[in-house]
């Protein structure tokens, strides 16, 4: 019923392969998360510029960002653009995919967060002299950033795992990427993925570790 | 100089000020009081621009607030303001919330917004206070922190609008302690507020309002011991 031989010497072999791919993955993950919030940040200004157009424009980026699956994004990216004749590697498709998603779905957390810090304090710093603009950098963000940095660990998570669907554009320098690609040299399939599983796992556990470590730093009061 | 007049404003359907015409010279330190939705805490925050009026005009030192060509950013940083909810800045330490300001608006250098800051706490008493979160202290020590933070922009008006309605009894005290001193400095203030005990001390005049209208205004003594308007004796009853 069962005569599969498992073969782990084989498969642990091509670890430092996947070690590296690993560490593509990390990259995309954290590269993705900068331009997502920085991205984000914007879409909230946008939001609460009282202009309908960069609100239209905020609002259908975090509609489609949040009710498309993530795959489909990445694929627009590359074959979709590729149709208008913007060529991009598959790097910078899964790179850029993974940043649109990020964005929307921090838009909406920061959206929230915004409704948690008192009207009051904006009125506040206005009092002091502030514009708009210093008032919501020096006073709102910083705030909003700290009762989203939750959500934000977990958005650094997904964009971690989300990295695997660089598959559909061939991508195959990422962890999963070189996975699959030892996978059709060896056809040690169960070891290999089994492998990835445990090295996205563990990638995972030191983000939300590290995140917890962070934010007891930053958040003392 | 504070100049007011003729200063109308609603909200929606209901006028809250109807009218107010009123001065208040360098120096003197005028307190308001009244009941509850008299107009006396949205006069304050017309004077500094915060809410817009709908007729009239207030002038600061001949700068009128609402004119569209005010640069409003540049005139609250003479007109101070602290609230009955004393909004300190969470995430700032009290050293860092009334540094913010200086650093940011008048461009300070750091060193200068710190000894600013510091100077600034060591006068409303808290010294001892600089690298704490607002949120770990009293209720009455961050609204000496907010008092500080406006102090730190060297404003030339102070507007206190009911700093101590939202404190302990046994923290007014220190915050009226406060105001007191600041009277005694020369500060030009405008004191929204319930106290009456410290209205009749500090104030050069008290402005009774009532629904929408300044009903009278006098020097303490007069307003205190002698009041015209039958809602002003009505309302020191009340409250006596």
Redesign the interface.
């Known amino acids: 019923m069962f005569n599969y031989n498992f073969r782990w010497n084989q498969a642990l072999n091509s670890l430092p392969q996947m070690l590296e791919g690993a560490l593509v993955t990390i990259e995309i993950a954290l590269l993705s998360m900068l331009i997502g919030i920085s991205v984000a940040i914007l879409l909230t200004v946008f939001r609460l510029s009282g202009s309908r157009i960069l609100n239209a424009v905020a609002t259908t980026w975090v509609e489609i960002a949040r009710n498309t699956p993530a795959l489909f994004q990445i694929y627009m990216v590359h074959f979709g653009l590729g149709g208008f004749g913007i060529h991009l590697s598959p790097y910078l498709s899964l790179l850029i995919g993974i940043a649109f998603n990020n964005a929307g779905y921090l838009a909406e957390n920061f959206r929230g967060a915004l409704k948690a810090i008192?009207e009051?304090?904006t009125?506040?710093?206005?009092?002091?002299?502030?514009?708009a603009g210093?008032a919501f950098r020096?006073?709102v963000m910083?705030?909003m950033l700290?009762i989203s940095f939750l959500p934000m660990t977990n958005q650094m998570v997904w964009a971690i795992l989300m990295t695997s669907l660089g598959a559909v554009v061939a991508m195959n320098t990422d962890l999963y990427g070189v996975t699959s690609e030892l996978n059709a040299r060896t056809f040690r399939t169960f070891e290999l993925f089994a492998i990835a599983a445990v090295i996205f796992y563990l990638i995972t556990k030191a983000i939300t570790l590290s995140a917890r470590l962070l934010a007891a730093r930053l958040?003392?009061? | 100089m504070i100049e007011i007049q003729n200063v109308r404003k609603s909200f929606g359907s209901l006028e809250v000020l109807k009218g107010i015409d009123l001065t208040v010279a360098k120096g003197e330190v005028l307190t308001i009081i009244g009941g509850s939705g008299s107009g006396k805490s949205t006069l304050l925050t017309c004077i500094n621009g915060l809410e817009p009026i709908d007729s009239g005009k207030i002038l600061v030192d001949g700068t009128e607030v609402h004119a569209k060509s005010t640069d409003l950013n540049k005139l609250r940083q003479k007109i101070g303001i602290v609230f009955q909810q004393w909004n300190a800045f969470p995430h700032l330490t009290v050293l860092e919330n009334v540094m913010l300001a200086p650093r940011k608006v008048l461009g300070m250098a750091k060193a200068d917004a710190e000894a600013m800051a510091v100077k600034q706490l060591t006068h409303v008493g808290l010294a001892d206070k600089l690298n704490v979160y607002p949120t770990r202290m009293s209720g009455g020590q961050q609204q000496r922190m907010a008092i500080a933070r406006a102090l730190a922009m060297s404003p030339d008006y102070m507007l206190f609008d009911e700093v101590t309605s939202a404190l302990d009894p046994q923290l007014v005290g220190e915050v009226l302690d406060t105001l007191r001193m600041l009277a005694s400095e020369g500060m030009t203030m405008i004191c929204v507020t319930h106290e009456m005990k410290f209205a009749r001390e500090v104030s050069d005049r008290v402005a009774f309002f009532h629904k929408g209208v300044m009903a009278e205004i006098a020097p303490p003594a007069e307003l205190f011991g002698a009041p015209k308007d039958a809602d002003l004796q009505k309302f020191l009853a009340a409250t006596h």
């Open positions: 008192p009051t304090q009125r506040a710093a206005r009092s002091l002299g502030m514009s210093k020096h006073v910083p705030q700290r958040f003392r009061y």
